[in-house]
């Protein structure tokens, strides 16, 4: 069992930042990937950024083109966090934001398509959502 907890989460006028942190505890160990994604009211939840961990060629980060540029995903291994740096916000950055933690070592292929970032039905564990709202 893994535990994800998230904190950040905000409003803040567009142009602005904000910082995102998921704390994991429980079985955190091996290769995994660790990521966020979002979800805005009557939309699919999307992966916006992963960091995969273990490896022995190291860390290796991944984006989605939206927001490529933008946000920048890290890790703190003492503490087994995740954070996402936001820069730029937009109105369309506008969703609830999950933590996310997957046992899986890199980009790979679910149900015949190739995804950098684990699709959300591959996902092993969430955290329960931080808010965010962009305003113009």
């Known amino acids: 069992q893994v535990q994800l907890v998230e904190s950040g989460g905000g409003s803040v006028q567009a142009g602005g930042s904000l910082r995102l942190s998921c704390a994991a505890s429980g079985y955190v160990y091996g290769t995994y990937c660790m990521g966020w994604f979002r979800q805005a009211p009557g939309k699919e939840r999307e992966g916006v950024a992963a960091?995969?961990?273990?490896?022995?060629?190291?860390?290796?980060?991944y984006y989605a083109d939206s927001v490529k540029g933008r946000f920048i995903i890290s890790r703190d291994n003492a503490k087994n966090t995740v954070y996402l740096e936001m820069n730029s916000l937009k109105p369309e950055d506008t969703a609830m934001y999950y933590c996310a933690f997957a046992r899986s070592s890199g980009p790979a292929m679910y149900g015949g398509r190739w995804y950098d970032i684990p699709p959300a039905y591959g996902v092993d564990y969430w955290g329960k959502g931080t808010p965010v709202t962009i305003s113009s």
């Open positions: 960091i995969y961990y273990g490896n022995i060629a190291g860390d290796s980060t």
